[in-house]
T-cell receptor, first 110, second 114 residues
Framework: KNEVEQSPQNLTAQEGEFITINCSYS?????LHWLQQHPGGGIVSLFM???GKKKHGRLIATINIQEKHSSLHITASHPRDSAVYIC????????????FGKGTKLSVKP | NAGVMQNPRHLVRRRGQEARLRCSPM?????VYWYRQLPEEGLKFMVY????????ESGMPKERFSAEFPKEGPSILRIQQVVRGDSAAYFC????????????FGPGTRLTVT
């Protein structure tokens, strides 16, 4: 079993829909990261959080430490949101290196 | 451009050749992480370096792979005697401090071994 699991693996949505991507982890963590990887391959860090909730524009990330679960929400989705969204954790005992989920491929249709 | 830079962006090598991948961290950053993304697989940690020090190389294959981050110049990931299974995207990320600080990713180097 992977230490970081994401669901769903693939997600197709219509423009304007509210989207949720889930991440569960099985190790003790210092922080959880949400990353976005565009079709060209570049990776952008969206959020780093260790508790509660963060919001940036149409993106919201939440984490429940007790349940070892995080969600990434996208409100009013747009075709430009189409990308792979990756959940990663900083293991509590590590030097900061990340453990990654396999990613959720999101396609938003106009 | 104050972002993380990697070069080359694409690298083609024949089996048995050497590959050198370079990573220049963001200005002011002294911590570099290397990650590998094999085709159809997730990203995996390889090595974490500070200037002139390897802090954690637990993700590095035992043979043919090495990394350095000299006092001056970029961090280099070196793969000797490449094999087809080394074909992947190699990303580096930098942070101002190790541990709980946000990492900023470079655009990656796509290595193809023919």
């Amino acid at each position: 079993k992977n230490e970081v699991e994401q669901s769903p693996q693939n997600l197709t949505a219509q423009e304007g829909e509210f989207i949720t991507i889930n991440c569960s982890y099985s190790v003790g963590i210092s922080a959880l990261h949400w990353l976005q990887q565009h079709p060209g391959g570049g990776i952008v860090s969206l959020f780093m959080l260790s508790s509660g909730k963060k919001k940036h524009g149409r993106l919201i990330a939440t984490i429940n430490i007790q349940e070892k679960h995080s969600s990434l929400h996208i409100t009013a989705s747009h075709p430009r949101d189409s990308a792979v969204y990756i959940c990663a954790v900083t293991h509590g005992g590590s030097q900061g290196n990340l453990i990654f989920g396999k990613g959720t491929k999101l396609s938003v249709k106009p | 451009n104050a972002g993380v830079m990697q070069n080359p962006r694409h690298l083609v090598r024949r089996r048995g050749q050497e590959a050198r991948l370079r990573c220049s961290p963001m200005k002011g950053h002294s911590h570099v992480y290397w990650y590998r993304q094999l085709p159809e697989e997730g990203l995996k940690f390889m090595v974490y370096l500070q200037k002139e020090n390897i802090i954690d190389e637990s993700g590095m294959p035992k043979e043919r792979f090495s990394a350095e981050f000299p006092k001056e110049g970029p961090s280099i990931l070196r793969i000797q005697q490449v094999v087809r299974g080394d074909s992947a995207a190699y990303f580096c990320a930098s942070s101002g401090t190790g541990g709980l600080y946000e990492q900023y990713f470079g655009p990656g180097t796509r290595l193809t071994v023919t």
